[in-house]
């Protein structure tokens, strides 16, 4: 993972996307045996929260800190020195499991929920991709109380 080609046109990203279908084996077979080899850094997408209670704290003990060979450097004692991992989470479900990032402790009017909403729907509707502009009217107005 750490080598580069001398000619930089040979040279390509090493990142890798899984698309499956539920069941498929992407977390099981290919992400979790990847991911505990620890031998890169890792921006992971886990809806069910699952690969971060099985492999977290792996990842906290860290890697084995390696010296010019390739063998495991140690400590005056004798014991292995580890490189742990630095994991952040973003979770929109549960906010106190977060990295204590909430964007609605910074509304304080309405005025700063039209901002929110307005950033959102930006943010969220793709590249040429204007779905029907009843929708977005309808996100950006107010409720309609009875």
């Not at 290919?30 to 991911?35: A, D, E, V, Y």
């Not at 390696?66 to 005056?76: I, M, S």
């Not at 490189?83 to 909430?102: A, G, W």
């Not at 107005?141 to 009875?146: C, M």
Request: charged letters at 25%.
């Amino acid at each position: 993972m750490s080598n580069r080609p001398k000619n930089p046109g040979n040279a390509r990203n090493k990142n890798v996307l899984i698309v499956g279908g539920s069941g498929s084996g992407k977390t099981r077979f290919w992400l979790k045996p990847n991911l505990l080899q620890m031998h890169s850094s890792y921006v992971i997408t886990d809806p069910k929260g699952s690969v971060l209670v099985e492999c977290g704290n792996a990842l906290l003990h860290g890697a084995p800190k390696l010296d010019e060979k390739g063998n495991p450097l140690k400590d005056k004692k004798g014991r292995v020195i580890r490189e742990p991992y630095i994991i952040k989470v973003f979770n929109t479900i549960n906010f106190r499991k977060s990295m204590k990032y909430n964007p609605f402790a910074y509304i304080h009017s309405e005025k700063d929920i039209l901002k929110l909403v307005t950033a959102l729907i930006a943010n969220t509707k793709g590249e040429g991709k204007a779905g029907d502009e009843f929708w977005t009217s309808a996100t950006r107005s107010p409720a309609v109380r009875s």
